[in-house]
């Protein structure tokens, strides 16, 4: 009867705490939301006439183009809705490098920027944010939910300030509200 009663015993706390070590972090990533504030980093290659791919699979602007790079620094606020929704605002600070955009030539600017999104989140809180040009950035949501890091390289903008470019951009997020 001992016997019985300690695997009994046993075999009930091991279901408890395997219970707890399944919910310990609450219900995962399902239901994630928040404020977050972002600061991000950036540059682009832009063509005012398209690029085209190498051999080698790179991609460089078509010979006729004007050909110009330039940086960005972003800093702005998302905020994610439980239901997969969200919007974001900030400020964008650009500086385009010699020649830069035809008829304004190099220059330092910068502009507010505003838009709706939606985001997929994996049970592993692998992050998916579609922005509303069909755009995907992919990152990850730190364990704590205080962090997140999104990314996009070598990515595609057909016209952006005069023409096609290819950009890469990191961004970190981290929250500031629930």
């Not at 695997?7 to 919910?23: H, P, Y």
């Not at 040009?133 to 364990?143: P, Q, T, V």
């Amino acid at each position: 009867m001992k016997k019985l009663f300690e695997i009994v015993s046993i075999t009930a706390l091991s279901f408890f705490i395997s219970a707890a070590i399944v919910s310990a972090d609450g219900k995962g990533f399902r239901g994630f939301h928040g404020v977050y504030e972002m600061i991000a980093n950036g540059s682009c290659l832009h063509s005012t006439n398209d690029f085209y791919e190498t051999e080698d699979g790179f991609f460089k602007p078509n010979g006729d183009s004007v050909v110009w790079g330039a940086t960005s620094m972003v800093q702005g606020t998302l905020i994610f809705n439980r239901d997969g929704s969200g919007t974001a605002s900030g400020e964008n600070y650009v500086i385009d490098f010699p020649p830069g955009l035809p008829g304004r030539g190099p220059i330092v600017r910068d502009g507010p920027f505003g838009f709706s999104f939606t985001f997929e989140v994996t049970h592993e809180g692998v992050i998916t944010v579609i922005l509303p040009n069909g755009f995907e950035l992919n990152g990850m949501i730190s364990k704590d939910q205080k962090t997140v890091t999104l990314g996009s390289a070598n990515q595609y903008i057909p016209e952006i300030f005069g023409g096609p470019a290819y950009c890469n951009y990191g961004r970190v997020l981290i929250r500031v509200d629930r």
